[in-house]
């Protein structure tokens, strides 16, 4: 099992920020998949969780309204769209296979500053 994410950085409050994760070694349609963060210390935390094909996603509080999770399960790839972005959603974002939270992916960093 690999999960790779991918297009984090550097990005002003208020600003968009979309980040990917491409999975592979599993059969990803099977599963549902989340996205958590941690930022500098900080406990990690939930913030979007999506089903398998994509019907169902619920979203942290503190995100809700701004962030959205998708997924293409032709490409093996789940998604994070990060909008009004505000300083504290600085954190690392990780991809987490399943509602078991098995495999984590290895992180990408997202800064969001002036």
């Known amino acids: 099992v690999q999960l790779v994410e991918s297009g984090g950085g550097l990005v002003q409050p208020g600003g968009s920020l979309r980040i990917s994760c491409a999975a592979s070694g599993f059969t990803f349609s099977r599963y549902g998949m989340s996205w958590h963060r941690q930022a500098p210390g900080k406990e990690r935390e939930l913030v979007a969780a999506i089903s398998n094909a994509g019907g169902s996603t619920e979203y942290a509080d503190s995100v809700k309204g701004r962030f959205t999770i998708s997924r293409d399960n032709a490409e093996n790839t789940v998604y994070l769209q990060m909008n009004s972005l505000k300083l504290e959603d600085t954190a690392v974002y990780y991809c987490?296979?399943?509602?078991?939270?098995?495999?984590w992916g290895q992180g990408t960093q997202v800064t969001v500053s002036s």
């Open positions: 987490v296979r399943g509602f078991r939270f098995d495999y």
